[in-house]
């Protein structure tokens, strides 16, 4: 008895508890939509969900659907109570058949209507179809109601034929008697691959050989005059291929010449139009190579005349083309390993892309490349973080400093940076430091920070060295108060007003240093200093006249005086007032002396000397001088006066021949002295002058020079050349 009753207890007791459940569970009008509460977790109901009898769905909110929604990918729709709805449904004008689970059909559905099974067409959007419709390239017609028709139908006063079994609407094709067109209408009145169809549309039986006609399954074309056509063939807009020999009509692909064609089942040949991977040009021939199409560039292989994909290498050039065959443009590609630009075609070398540059090998086949860069005598830097090139700024590697310039070439020799010049090893593009360098035969020197000392005194190993504004060390010249010699170093010469002797030339100087120019006149002596600063000398043609200066730099004045084969008057201004040209007449050997002589005329005196350029004495400037035409004499004056013994005329010297002074020919010599021993000697010229090389006093006072040959007592004359 106990066990029963706390059995029924219990059983009172869920009871309860279900009562409690249902009394708690209701519907609940919020703000978002309605829910559907419960006191399970969460609350409310998600989800579908079956309420006295009805189908509802619930978002993950807990929000009633009401109208269109998509659930597991498939549409179903809820009335404004909820509802599902299922079975046909008009919606804003529009009809849809829901299934028995809800779902919006699309495409063919076959559906009952009592016993009858009707076939209905309806679109992605779940739109019931009606009238002509086309689907996969097959044209069907479905009534008001949207069902498909079949057999014999009269739409807009025209007529056509729907296979019975499936629906199909004829199109260029007979039916019986009848011909129904390319857009399913059937024919009337007209001649139809030759046959005669009449008003109700059936073949008369009437034949005639014009136009297409198809016999034995041969389609040809006849023309006007019921000739067979061959060849190319334009009808309508629409071209055709006729077979030479037969006239049979071309269908699917067939080759004309090189090219390839596709023609459909009636023969039209297709154009502008995709075949597969293949593309019919606006010709009909296949593609090959090149071709674009709608704005797209694509390859097709020559030989297949596929589209190619991928890479692709045309020519010289890797191009790059995608799933669908199109060139791929200014984009990255393989990883980024890659970069194709504006003609399609993989980048190499230097290219900029957005606003940063890049190397592209042109070893490696385009690949991008990071690091030291080398290509031929240029070098580059790319960040190996970000791949990109160093482009105009310095960068530091190591313990070295770099440039890279525009063209991210790396800056090597000399080079001007912001103002500044620098030096860059020419081998590996390093900056020179902390060193004096020669450059194109002018040395700089390049600091601690690389730049070239401009306008300064630098002092390296102990001596100081002057660096100009454009860098270049100063040599040979005055820099302030100093003297710089031919290595720049800094010489122990300080600048002092007055004349000084530079380098071999005189300059001139006032008395705060600076460099005077033009005439100047020192110690009573007048001179004449060039744009260098340096001292004139010889002839010098200065404004509209002519002036002699002394090697010491002295204008000449107030005398008379010969250089090279001309002698000059000239004035107490020291302006050369006259001047002749000393000839030498003959061309005997002894003019030719006199003539080669003369050349040396302003060169100096040096006692012992035998140098026709650099200093002889008088028997030393006439020893020299007959060497040169083979001649040998004696050495001394003295000994050429007397000539050589009968020993050394049979060693090769030349015996002296005595002639008077009214006899002298040019090439003689005249000698002077007392009357047995010869002190001096000259080469007579001709026209009552010599040659000689005077005493040590500078030309024309002394060195050689010309003078009459009286000038002194002449105490014999004697002739060798003969």
Known sequence: MKKKLAAWSLLCFLLCALMGVTAQAAWKNTSQGMMYTTNKSPGYYTGWHTIKGAKYYFSKKGIMKTGWAKVNKKYYYFGTDGKMRTGWQTIKDKVYYLGSDGARRTGW??????????RYYFDSKGVRQTGLITIDGKSYYLNESGVRQHGYLRINGQVYYADKSTGVLAQDKWVGQYYFQENGTMAVNQWIEGKWVGADGRFTGVINNVGWVTNNGVRCYYDRNSNKVYGWLTLSGKKYYLTPG????????????????????????QTNTWKGKKYLTASGAMAKGWQTIGGKKYWFNRSTGNKST?????GSKYYYLGKNGVLQTNKWLSNKKYYVGADGARCMGVTKIGSKYYYFSRTKKGALMTGWIKYGNDQYYASTKNNALKVNKWFTKGSYKYYAGKDAKLYKGLKTIGGKLYYFNTSNGRMVKKTKKKIGGATYYFEKDGAAAKNKWVKINKKYYYFEANGKMAVNKWVGQYYVGSNGARTNLTLQAGIQTIGGKKYCYDSKGNMLKGWQTVSGNKYYFGSDGAACTGLQVIGDKKYYFYPTGIMAANLTLAVSNKEYTINKNGVVTAEKTINVSGNTTGSKLAKFAIKYVGNPYVYGGTSLTNGADCSGFVYTVFANYGIKLLRVANDQMKGPSSALIKAGYKKAVTVSTSSMLPGDLVFYGSSNYASHVGIYIGNGQ????????????????ISAYNYQTPIKVVRYWS
């Open 109 to 118: 559905q076959t559906i009952k209507s009592g016993k009858t099974s009707l």
């Open 246 to 269: 037969s006239g049979a009509v071309k269908t699917g692909w067939f080759k004309v010449g090189n090219n390839k064609y596709y023609a459909d089942k009636k023969g039209v040949v």
């Open 310 to 314: 991928g890479w692709k290498k045309i």
């Open 690 to 705: 010599i040659v000689h090389a005077s005493n040590s006093q500078p030309y024309p006072q002394g060195g050689i020079k």
